[in-house]
């Protein structure tokens, strides 16, 4: 196997372990909730503190990765994690659990940003829709098996023992990955001189010395304004589905607990069809029709159906009827998921991490905002479709805000470069 189908396949097991993680909380809601003496609005507090974390903790991580690469990167980004995933299993209270959980979000931040740059790094830009597309259907592989083992693991040794195990798995992967992974693809053992100049060929990275994303480019970039807020509003809509999605199903459409572990489940699976669909798709367009119109047509189909489908489900009085619904619209929202990050990795150039972690960043602030807002909604109007419809409507915004995100347009031109690195 080619070594750049291998790393695929640490990828894709990597993003497994990191879904894993993240989503095993939300489906212990029941037991974590009932042992703690917590109330809806602290759970919504709990769940935002790793993505509060996470986003503040992007830039800075994105900025790390350019400047010293993905391989020690991404150990010590897995590594923290992992450990404050078993740090979880001891919580004791509202105010332990909220500050892990903090940490938690601090030390994964910059994760998939980090394998953005792994992906640029060691593909040609015609594989890394499909490449990003694989990757992200193992994030929404191990959120299906997040609800189902996190709850047998429950039933049979308690909460507090999924968080021990996830981690330890985190661990092991970690290690394998600093032993195996090398940031330039020449540097891997046995690797071929034909593969070698295959990647390199159609990677398109400049050598020369590192600069930093100046703020000046931030502030006054359309493209990448337009891009930060589509993601905002896609993770609005995603977050959903790894917080407070167990809760709507159980107390909002009266799912028995025997049969909430699959129906949870069942979103991520049509995810993970969505993700590796939008991938080739948008690959397929950008062979044909150009690089603009092949990201940002793909995006914005994607997120506008997903929307539609979230406040469709909603609507549906069989249960079996709207999660098939709300499936679609993750489906919908993950076939614009591999686009996104793709198109954040090609107008970034050189400064991919630090734009990968801008667009992070503004994603996991929608993520905190729904979480805490959810919450609230919730309890001032005793209601669980109310919150999900409005999340419906967020979607359909970032969907719209593809018209205005560019893949051909760099957020440092070459002019712009040479003054920023002299």
């Known amino acids: 196997m080619k070594k750049r189908f291998q790393l695929v396949l640490l990828l894709f097991v990597f993003a497994v372990i990191t879904y894993l993680d993240r989503n095993s909380i939300s489906s212990l809601e029941k037991y974590i909730i009932g042992d703690l003496g917590l109330t809806d609005i602290q759970w919504g507090y709990i769940l935002s503190a790793f993505s509060l974390a996470y986003g503040l903790f992007e830039i800075p991580t994105g900025i790390l990765v350019d400047k010293f690469g993905p391989r020690v990167t991404l150990f010590r980004i897995i590594l923290l994690w992992s450990l404050f995933t078993i740090l979880t299993g001891w919580a004791t209270g509202f105010y332990f659990l909220i500050i892990v959980r903090f940490l938690f979000g601090a030390g994964e931040a910059g994760a998939f940003p980090t394998a953005s740059v792994v992906i640029a790094r060691w593909f040609p830009a015609i594989e890394r829709g499909r490449v990003q597309s694989v990757m992200w259907m193992g994030s929404r592989f191990g959120g299906a098996l997040a609800p189902i083992i996190s709850l047998w693991l429950a039933n049979l040794f308690g909460w507090r023992s999924v968080f021990y195990i996830f981690g330890t798995l985190g661990i092991i992967w970690a290690t394998v990955w600093f032993f195996w992974f090398r940031d330039e693809p020449s540097e891997i053992k046995n690797i071929s001189d034909e593969e070698v100049t295959l990647i390199n060929a159609g990677r398109n990275l400049k050598k020369s010395k590192h600069t930093l994303l100046p703020l000046r480019v931030i502030v006054k970039n359309g493209n990448l304004w337009a891009l930060m807020g589509m993601y905002h509003c896609l993770l609005y809509g995603a977050y959903f589905y790894m917080s407070w999605m167990p809760k709507y199903l159980r107390n909002g459409r009266g799912i028995p607990d025997e049969d909430l572990g699959w129906m949870t489940s069942l979103p991520f699976v049509f995810g993970m069809a969505g993700c590796l669909a939008g991938g080739f798709a948008s690959d397929y367009f950008v062979k044909r029709k150009g690089l603009t119109f092949g990201r940002r047509y793909v995006g914005m189909f994607g997120l506008v159906m997903a929307g539609i489908c979230m406040l469709l489900g909603t609507y549906a ?46 994603g996991q602030l929608g993520s905190v905002v729904m979480a805490i807002a959810f919450g609230y909604i919730l309890t001032a109007t005793d209601s669980y479709e109310i919150p999900v419809r409005l999340i419906g409507c967020i979607v359909i915004l970032g969907g719209f805000l593809w018209l205005r995100i560019d893949a051909n347009k760099p957020i440092l031109d070459n002019e712009e470069l040479e003054i920023v690195s002299e």
């Open 317 to 362: 009085e069989d249960n079996t009827v709207s999660i098939i619904l709300l499936g679609l619209g993750l489906a919908f929202k993950d076939f614009t998921l591999p686009v996104a990050w793709a198109v954040a990795t090609e107008i970034g150039g050189k400064n991919a991490g630090a734009v990968s972690g801008t667009m992070g960043m503004a």
